[in-house]
């Protein structure tokens, strides 16, 4: 494993830049009649924030939890609550969300 010094990751972290993840779940509209077409303009939205440069990461969530997915975006709490409060998804009621706000390293990926 790599060792880092104190000043190795003092120096790392000066780098860190502001994030917000946000944690995507299942609302009072979830899996009634039309959520689907919602569900469908919600991960089309989910594009074009990522088109945009507002939206790093996507992460779906399979499994039979009440959470839905989890995004990772760039900028401020406040900013990304604008966004999220325009989801389609969430002002159909079909998902609520809630925003953590978090610091990470620029350029950070997902593994290939």
Known sequence: ???F???Q?????STTREYTIVLLEEGPQYGKDGADAIVWEHGRRNFELRADGLLNVVC???DDSPLCGVGIFPGTADEVRRLMDYD???RAGVFTYRIHPTRSFPGDALGM
């Open 5 to 7: 010094t104190d000043d």
């Open 60 to 62: 779906p969530v399979r």
């Open 1 to 3: 494993m790599t060792r």
């Open 88 to 90: 389609p998804g969430v």
């Open 9 to 13: 990751m003092r120096a790392a972290m």
